[in-house]
């Protein structure tokens, strides 16, 4: 699982680690458990999918949204709107 931004930031799943190369740095994130999925809104916040719910990373901040709050099973992808609604795809 991998995404460039337009920023020309890179985010990349090896294993359940989640990483982000900008600017020549390599930072390690760590979502629970992993991440399953990766999009990019029009505000330029990264999402990520994992197996407890999504992450929001934007301004340097990071948001959830429980998994209490999705449907059941893995999130397999997400596709953010312009308008800002976001679109969850589940397997399972």
């Given at each position: ?6 920023t020309?930031?890179l ?7 989640l ?20 999009a ?8 990520v999918?994992t197996?407890?719910?999504v ?6 901040q990071?948001s959830?949204?429980?998994?209490k709050?999705?449907p ?8 953010p ?10 397997y399972?």
């Amino acid at each position: 699982v991998a995404l460039s931004t337009r920023t020309g930031a890179l985010w990349f799943v090896a294993g359940s680690r989640l990483f982000r190369w900008e600017d020549g740095n390599l930072r390690q994130l760590s979502p629970t458990g992993g991440a399953s999925c990766l999009a990019e809104d029009a505000e330029g916040g990264v999402w990520v999918g994992t197996p407890t719910g999504v992450l929001r990373h934007y301004a340097g901040q990071t948001s959830e949204v429980p998994y209490k709050d999705l449907p059941p099973g893995r999130l397999s992808a997400i596709v953010p709107e312009r308008n800002g609604a976001l679109w969850l795809g589940v397997y399972g």
